[in-house]
Nanobody, 116 residues
Framework: HVQVVESGGGLVQPGGSLRLSCEAS????????MAWYRQVDGGERERIAD???????NYGPAMQDRFTISKANNQPTAFLQMTDLKPEDTAMYYC??????????WGQGTQVTVSS
């Protein structure tokens, strides 16, 4: 089935920025949505934002101020631009692909650590 792989995480100082990427393993002909979630150790997975094949976006509560989701044209690749990062943004960030005719696919996650 289609897999997704996240990249772009790392260590960043407070106030810094990071851009995460999520790439599907193959192109998809059906309607799909790609979403970003994050999870702190021991916590629940929290939805940040999602974007449809046609670019419609939805954000979780209080996420739109510093996070921007986007996607590549005509490809199942999504990005998450994060700005003014804070220590509380430290988490594992996951990508999820929901596509017609395919099982839901989650990536392995990319770690973001915000620390001075």
């Amino acid at each position: 089935h289609v897999q997704v792989v996240e990249s772009g995480g790392g260590l960043v100082q407070p106030g810094g920025s990071l851009r995460l990427s999520c790439e599907a393993s193959e192109n998809i002909s059906s309607f799909y949505t790609m979403a970003w979630y994050r999870q702190v150790d021991g916590g629940e997975r929290e939805r940040i934002a999602d974007i449809s094949r046609f670019g419609t976006t939805n954000y979780g509560p209080a996420m739109q101020d510093r996070f921007t989701i986007s996607k590549a044209n005509n490809q199942p690749t999504a990005f998450l631009q994060m700005t003014d990062l804070k220590p509380e943004d430290t988490a594992m960030y996951y990508c999820r692909l929901v596509a017609g005719g395919h099982p839901d696919s989650w990536g392995q996650g990319t770690q973001v650590t915000v620390s001075s």
